[in-house]
Each structure stands twice: as structure tokens, then as C-alpha cells.
């Protein structure tokens, strides 16, 4: 019997953080109206000439440089042609033989903690095209999103399995998050994939016909259509049929991916140096500058989280997956709190309140500095961990200072081991059938006990100088 392998390769569209549009002054606003962020350029009017943004090109060559790519000194814009009703001037500002960014590679950690490297043959700037919708049988045409500045990344076909290839994309994507070059947002298709997939048996040497699925926007949505499009190739040559070099589409509804249209080669864009723009050169000086100013970026935040911080690799890898959490974690941790303690109050207790109300990190009212005090109230003595749980939600959802809630209800934690005595020796005479089976040797009863003693003190005693104070207590009436 056969076997199959698969060989991946992605292409990522990432939208450049840029307040203006690549190539013109048109604002990257996301109106809620349609063609309202449309200029003479952004709409092809005949005489309209490009102009480069700056500021998209240091965001593109800042991709490069978090990707390990070389950078090129002289790279040049091409024309892409071809013919869609959201793309007015019949072709695409892009970059096709001389790309901006080449030869760089990710490092990412997969799901059973290893690491894997895969190669960046590219990351070429370009313009994105407007958003069509088919309504019935008509198609509007939404220009808002044309000429936005795009840096697309492509790797080399290295990759086997779905798994692998989520892996790196979320590593990607916290990447140039955390690199400012995006923000990331995939429900508004600023990181967007498409993938190239086809599959050989194993041992030989030449690769399947390649399938492209375009426009995904999901990391689920990208394991899925890859899980489906292996198996369904490998049914296709198994059975003695043959792979169509297309592009298909995925539909998440039913979980399966269709074709689109029959592949475009290069050839067929008919690509040419676009006359209006000129060489784009990037100087040493500009590079140098634009090296300097990189951020911390995951390699580097993984290091220091576990190596200098304690974490595990596994909170490291949530943290850096989450480039907002992490900034609020390493902010906690500045403003003085145990880096450790502040990594469980924040992915668990922080987490799962986000988890039971659906609310998301933007929404939630808990500040670094109120987590702060939370934590030294609990190291004070002030508050038990208990105690400091049991106000963890009203922290999050409505923004009240630890402080300001304990002294309002009176939660303070009793320490006066004297006054804790006094509790202890009294529920213990209003227990004095479960003290006699705990006397007696059934020691399960303990814990009943504690809860009691605690139930008394209304919850605000020590429960350290609870469990002390009633060990010693118990052993003087066993030993008499």
C-alpha cells in the first residue's frame, strides 16, 4: 500500500499599520460606508500617479528583519494585470523578481514543545484590492480596502502537516504584532493566508501538482482546509485520478473546500516594472536606523520569561501568543509584582473569569496596578488567596481598587493567632462530637473542622495560622 506525504507552503498578506494608503493620502480608516476611503489613485482615474509611503516601507523591511530576512538594497515595484471588478485600474502595484525581503526563516514551537525552523523564501510589499460581494445576481464593489499596503510572506515548501503549519502562523502573527508592523486583526482580513498544498508518495523526489486555497483568516479555518484538501488529493491519486493545478476556496459551513478557477502561472499576470514608480533603495544608514529601533520580539520575550523569570515554556508560549496580555504581564511585573504569581493570577484566575463571562481582554476593567496591590495584599497577610479569589471578578468587571473593597466590607484577614485560638477552642466545643471521632483517630474529620473554624471567623482568618494553632491545639488534647 501506498503512502502519502503532503508538502505545505503558506503565503501570509499581512496589512501594514500605516495611517495612509501605500501609495497615495487616501487614510486607511475602515469606514463603515462603503467608498468613502477612495482617492483619484486608490481609484485608477486615468492620470492619477503613485506616490510610496514611507512609513509602509520601514513597516515591510521591519517584517524582514523579525523574519531573519536579508534585506535588498535595490528592489522595484512590477505591475500585476489582471481583470476584477474591485481592482479599477486593471492591475496591481506589487513586486515580482526583485522583492524587498528575501532568505529569512521562522523559528516556532510546535505543540509537543520542539522547535522548528521554516525557510521565508520572500516578503514583498504590494497594494491590496477593494472587496467585492455577490448579492443575488449582482456584485458590489467596495473600494475602502484599495490600496492598502501590503507585506506579503511567503515560505518555502517545507512544511508536511497541518499542525505544523497553524504552529507557525500563530508564531508569524504574534511576531509582527509584537514587531508593530500589523495589528493583526483577522476578522477584519489584515492577516490573511492562502495556502499551497499537494502531496507525492513517500520517497519521491518530485513534488504533486500544487493547489492554492485562498483567503483564509483563521488559524482553525487553515488546519481544517488543509486536514480536508491532503485527504482529498490523496484519494484523487490513490485512486488513479489526477490533481488540477487550481485555486479553491474554503466554505466552513460544510467543512469542505471548491474550486474557484484554474491556476494562474506567472506568465499569465503578465508582469512589468511599473513605469511610474521608481527603483526603491534602502540605504545602509535607513537600515541601520530601522535595525535599532526593533522592539523585543518572541525569541528574545521567550528567554527572559523562563529563563530570567521562572516561567514554564508553556506560559511563555500563551503570553507571546497574545502580544496585549503580554504587555500586561511584563507591566505587572515591572510595577513589582512576582513574575511567577502574577503569571498564574493572569492565565488562570484572570482567564477564567474572561472565559465565563465571554468578555475579551479589551473589555475587562482590572488594572496592572491593581493586580499589584491585589498580590501585595496577599504577601502582606492582609488578604488570603481566597479572600483575594473571591473579589477577582468584581476586580475585572467593574475596575474597583483591591484596597478601597477591603476596606469597605471589612474583609481584612485576621493574623491575631490569640484571637484565632479563641475561635478555634470554641467551634471546637460546638463540634465536640466530630473533635471526639477525630480524638478517636478518624482524621478525615480534619478538614470539616477547618471549614468550620473558618466559617466563624467569617472567613477572614489566616488559614496558615488557622492549620497551625489547630494542629497544636488537637495534639495537646490528644496527648492528655
Not at 481583470?83 to 492591475?91: A, C, H, S, T, V
Amino acid at each position: 500500500m501506498s503512502l502519502y506525504e503532503a508538502t505545505i507552503g503558506l503565503e501570509v498578506h499581512c496589512q501594514l499599520l500605516t495611517k495612509k494608503k501605500i501609495f497615495s493620502n487616501a487614510p486607511v480608516a475602515r469606514s463603515k460606508e462603503p467608498n468613502l476611503d477612495v482617492d483619484v489613485v486608490a481609484a485608477g482615474m486615468p492620470g492619477s500617479l503613485p506616490v510610496i509611503n514611507r512609513r509602509a516601507i520601514e513597516l515591510a523591511i521591519r517584517a524582514g528583519l523579525a523574519c531573519n530576512c536579508q534585506i535588498r538594497p535595490v528592489s522595484r515595484f512590477a505591475r500585476k494585470n489582471y481583470f476584477y471588478p474591485d481592482l479599477p485600474k486593471g492591475y496591481q502595484i506589487s513586486q515580482f523578481d526583485e522583492p524587498l525581503c528575501f532568505d529569512g526563516f521562522v523559528e516556532f514551537r510546535l505543540p509537543n514543545g520542539s522547535f522548528r525552523r521554516v525557510g521565508i523564501e520572500r516578503i514583498h510589499v504590494e497594494e491590496d484590492a477593494g472587496k467585492s460581494s455577490h448579492l443575488g445576481g449582482s456584485t458590489l464593489v467596495d473600494l475602502n480596502r484599495a490600496g492598502v499596503g501590503l507585506a506579503e510572506i511567503v515560505t518555502r515548501p517545507e512544511m508536511k502537516t497541518p499542525p505544523e503549519a497553524s504552529a507557525y502562523l500563530k508564531s508569524l502573527h504574534a511576531t509582527l504584532i509584537h514587531a508593530g508592523v500589523s495589528d493583526g486583526n483577522l476578522e477584519e482580513g489584515n492577516f490573511r493566508c492562502d495556502v499551497n498544498i499537494s502531496v507525492r508518495q513517500v520517497g519521491a523526489k518530485e513534488f504533486g501538482t500544487r493547489v492554492e486555497v485562498k483567503n483564509l483568516n483563521s488559524f482553525r479555518f487553515v488546519e481544517k482546509a488543509l486536514e480536508y484538501e491532503i485527504a482529498r488529493q490523496i484519494g484523487l491519486v490513490s485512486g488513479g485520478g489526477r490533481v488540477v493545478r487550481e485555486t479553491r476556496g474554503w466554505d466552513s459551513a460544510v467543512g469542505k473546500t471548491y474550486s474557484q478557477r484554474l491556476k494562474e502561472e506567472a506568465d499569465d499576470y503578465r508582469y512589468f516594472p511599473d513605469p511610474d514608480l521608481p527603483p526603491l533603495r534602502v540605504s545602509a544608514e535607513w537600515l541601520n536606523k530601522i535595525r535599532a529601533s526593533m522592539p523585543e520580539l518572541p525569541d528574545q520575550i521567550r528567554k527572559r520569561f523562563c529563563d530570567e523569570w521562572g516561567l514554564s515554556p508553556e506560559e511563555a508560549e500563551t503570553f507571546i501568543q497574545d502580544p496585549e496580555l503580554c504587555a500586561f504581564f511584563q507591566h505587572t511585573v515591572k510595577l513589582g509584582a512576582p513574575a511567577r504569581m502574577a503569571s498564574s493570577w493572569i492565565l488562570t484566575e484572570l482567564g477564567g473569569v474572561m472565559g465565563r463571562t465571554g468578555i475579551k481582554f479589551s473589555q475587562q476593567k482590572l488594572s496592572a496596578e491593581s493586580l499589584v496591590e491585589l498580590i501585595s495584599l496577599i504577601e502582606s497577610g492582609t488578604l488570603s488567596g481566597r479572600m483575594a479569589k473571591d473579589l477577582f471578578s468584581e476586580l475585572v468587571l467593574e475596575g474597583h481598587r483591591p484596597r478601597d473593597l477591603v476596606e469597605s466590607r471589612g474583609l481584612q484577614q485576621l493574623n491575631d493567632t490569640a484571637a484565632i485560638q479563641a475561635i478555634i477552642e470554641n467551634t471546637l466545643k460546638e463540634n465536640d462530637s466530630t473533635l471526639q471521632e477525630y480524638l478517636s483517630g478518624k482524621e478525615k474529620v480534619y478538614g470539616y473542622l477547618v471549614g468550620q473554624i473558618m466559617k466563624a471567623s467569617k472567613g477572614i482568618a489566616s488559614p496558615e495560622i488557622v492549620n497551625q494553632a489547630l494542629k497544636a491545639i488537637l495534639s495537646k488534647k490528644k496527648g492528655s
